[in-house]
């Protein structure tokens, strides 16, 4: 595996899952496989279970490990070409990038979408050029447009816990403060259809993600019509991604926040977030809190998927 | 050993002292015993001696560690119940907390007191949490009430350099521009009576500290005095603990500076400070950096004291 | 190897180039010699190429290794003898050293030259404390006048693309937003000399550099005069040395630019530069782009040259 951006690059699901659960079962059966190799993980943003449990994974398999967060302690780069460079910026993402390469065996990057420009965030600029540049395999640990380690963990966590084949997920938008990325619902979207679920999301109007991600789910602006018979609920705030409004707050609506009520409409659904979340704004505390709750083994999942993706570049270097 | 907060997580410390010195006489005798076992440890402030001697501990006893600055390149994290989340905290310590203990084995924290409730430092909210939350054992690296890792390093150091068996130790205030935490002489307090030692303390009124950690002490205002016959002086800054006075600095008078002076009152007392210090507040120059000074040594027992506490949690795993 | 901040801490160069080349055809063949050694790497300053071409030369060589932001997460030190220390600094490097020192086996330091003081910054006043006091090999991982790393790797690259016994060099000032310091251009003199090349050194009139660094260099105003016959041009900017402008930007003669038209001159020489490089001040795009370009190679030798130097490091112990 060269890249990991999306499903297809996992190939069959439930081969992955089934890796996934070996290595669940034993974290530490290939613990041979990365010696002497060298995992770099790029951080342009901030990051807990990311930074964590992908450096948790590396170690696993045995790698080395270095993270490097690129605004503390390195130095700020240019991402546009032809650029005099006169200003605050002291290198070029061209040099920058086959130099990183040249120090590690596998390239994690996490960079969020910047909302400057909506071309440059869904044509993955930042990441596309550690693909194209640095001669490593590179995996996405959430770039401008996508958050597969997360949707992968999401998809490893719902098979351990669905009581019906092909159960019915409800991808809810609920309000938060500030402009988030659309990485983590695009993700979880392509992937939850890429696993055959039954999809619908639910989101206030203005709020509809780009159809790239979104083919094959049902889409409404009614959130407790969506939660009826739901069986997995997961909850996330992002920001709009239509042409005029791209990365705008349209709304703050607290009725879209998952309450117990909002629960008492689905088949007893797990409820799911990717954390951070803002309690109270997302869910509730009673929600977050409750037994059906699965944040924390969803969390704890994200080791897990990033041990399968890191395994699956080893061996095929 | 689940918790180490205080010197009864150790049992007996002259058991402890053993350890210490086979650790000292070869620091990589248990180099296999935290193979793929993960150390995480978390910084909520700064730390130079702390963050270098646990990793290194860590690394001695063949464990992965993961490094945690929770101020840089991670979420801000909120610390309060039934919070409407909706400032600049993205991530409440309810999911952090047992997210971070998913992905490792022991959990390191350094968490000072924030004065801005007694009630809140002196029940070691932070500290509770992980210990509560987490799953997995939990080290202070100076929490808002103790420093164990630094008393226990401070108790080798003595035992190390004694001519008696119960030394004269004392303890005394010195000044300092800021405000700083009690941590530091309460765990020493704790931990010299618990080790038998004959303590004096000496502090300028409005000074006195927590019963909870001085009792068993001799407690005076007069540090020429205190320091008459003393063994080992061990001069450090705190603020008031006094309810009124909390967390403030109600003196910094310059003839609590220990100096040559000084030092001519004790009975060839070797000198201490936890360090950081600021030299010619706490302590002149020529008394630092006299034979007499353990500053050095004492700093080098970190390493020590870290490696046993992680063996012991290692051991109880 | 006790310290490595000039060419002759090496010995003879020929030696130390085919141990170069033995190492990069197996970076790993020396894995085990610094198992339960620790590498301490400290920072003052920002790194890239330097922080993670050493971590990872300390990982081919099986080492631990720990790395220290000073200033951030750490405390501030003090470097002043005799201080009252009542302001911002909380920590002086005459304790913070040896410290530091008593955690680890090797350290390297980080440290820039700060332009307040000529004296101060030509008698390395940092990196010589860490001499003196840690106790332990200490390696410049660029310090206030020289980069050695750097220069042992331009080294190794010029030695690998030479296509006589002895390859013209010319190192060139090139113009730069920023007031930068000598370290670089002042390793490169002195590493180019002592590898027996024919070295050319041209900048405008005030640029003149230390003739501790220079002695044996051919030194002209001419910039085109100089490049031509070039084998190799090493492009940089650097501030004034002279006393009453040290540290000064005198120029932002953008005629200096190593454009294709200055490249024309020379005898299709590669194009050298340590990086980070501001594209368009110091060299146009298309010459970086070029096939003569060795930025890539000549960075990627960073992590050869680091292994080098930390084995002999280790062999010493």
């Given at each position: 595996?060269?890249?990991?951006?999306s499903p297809?690059?996992?190939?069959?699901?439930?081969?992955?899952?089934?890796?996934a659960q070996d290595?669940?079962a034993?974290r530490?059966?290939?613990?041979?496989l990365?010696r002497?190799?060298?995992?770099?993980?790029?951080?342009?943003n901030?990051?807990?279970?990311?930074?964590?449990?992908?450096?948790?994974?590396?170690?696993?398999l045995g790698?080395?490990?270095i993270?490097?967060?690129v605004n503390q302690g390195?130095w700020?780069l240019e991402?546009?070409?032809?650029?005099?460079?006169?200003?605050?910026?002291?290198?070029?993402?061209?040099e920058a990038?086959?130099v990183m390469?040249?120090?590690?065996?596998v390239?994690g990057?996490?960079?969020f979408?910047?909302?400057e420009n909506?071309e440059?965030?869904?044509?993955e600029q930042?990441l596309?050029?550690?693909?194209?540049?640095s001669?490593r395999?590179v995996f996405?640990?959430e770039?401008?447009?996508?958050?597969?380690l997360?949707?992968?963990a999401d998809f490893?966590?719902i098979e351990?816990h669905?009581?019906?084949?092909r159960?019915k997920v409800?991808?809810?938008?609920a309000?938060?403060?500030k402009?988030l990325?659309q990485a983590v619902?695009?993700?979880?979207?392509?992937?939850?259809?890429?696993a055959?679920?039954?999809?619908?999301?639910a989101h206030?109007?203005?709020y509809?993600?780009?159809e790239?991600?979104?083919?094959?789910?049902r889409?409404t602006?009614?959130?407790?019509e969506?939660?009826e018979g739901a069986d997995?609920?997961?909850?996330?705030?992002?920001?709009?991604?239509?042409?005029?409004?791209y990365?705008?707050?349209?709304s703050?609506d607290?009725?879209w926040?998952?309450?117990s009520?909002?629960?008492?409409l689905?088949?007893?659904a797990?409820?799911?977030h990717?954390?951070?979340?803002?309690r109270?704004m997302?869910?509730?505390d009673?929600v977050?809190?409750?037994?059906?709750?699965?944040v924390i083994?969803?969390a704890a999942?994200?080791?897990?998927?990033?041990?399968?993706?890191l395994?699956r570049m080893l061996?095929?270097?």
């Amino acid at each position: 595996m060269r890249t990991f951006l999306s499903p297809s690059d996992l190939g069959d699901l439930q081969t992955a899952f089934r890796e996934a659960q070996d290595i669940k079962a034993n974290r530490f059966r290939y613990d041979t496989l990365g010696r002497n190799k060298t995992a770099l993980l790029i951080f342009f943003n901030n990051s807990l279970r990311t930074r964590l449990s992908t450096q948790k994974a590396a170690m696993n398999l045995g790698m080395n490990v270095i993270v490097l967060d690129v605004n503390q302690g390195a130095w700020k780069l240019e991402t546009e070409r032809g650029v005099v460079m006169d200003g605050d910026k002291s290198e070029h993402l061209l040099e920058a990038i086959p130099v990183m390469g040249s120090y590690c065996d596998v390239i994690g990057v996490r960079s969020f979408a910047r909302f400057e420009n909506r071309e440059d965030d869904y044509t993955e600029q930042i990441l596309r050029q550690f693909i194209q540049y640095s001669g490593r395999p590179v995996f996405s640990m959430e770039s401008a447009t996508v958050h597969p380690l997360q949707a992968f963990a999401d998809f490893i966590t719902i098979e351990e816990h669905k009581r019906t084949a092909r159960p019915k997920v409800v991808l809810t938008w609920a309000p938060h403060p500030k402009a988030l990325p659309q990485a983590v619902p695009n993700s979880f979207a392509e992937w939850m259809v890429a696993a055959g679920y039954d999809l619908t999301i639910a989101h206030p109007e203005g709020y509809e993600l780009s159809e790239q991600f979104t083919q094959g789910a049902r889409i409404t602006h009614n959130q407790d019509e969506a939660l009826e018979g739901a069986d997995f609920v997961y909850a996330k705030n992002w920001s709009a991604y239509a042409t005029l409004n791209y990365g705008k707050v349209l709304s703050k609506d607290m009725s879209w926040t998952i309450s117990s009520e909002k629960m008492a409409l689905t088949n007893d659904a797990a409820f799911m977030h990717c954390l951070p979340v803002r309690r109270n704004m997302i869910v509730t505390d009673e929600v977050i809190e409750s037994p059906r709750s699965l944040v924390i083994p969803e969390a704890a999942n994200r080791e897990i998927s990033a041990t399968v993706v890191l395994k699956r570049m080893l061996e095929a270097l």
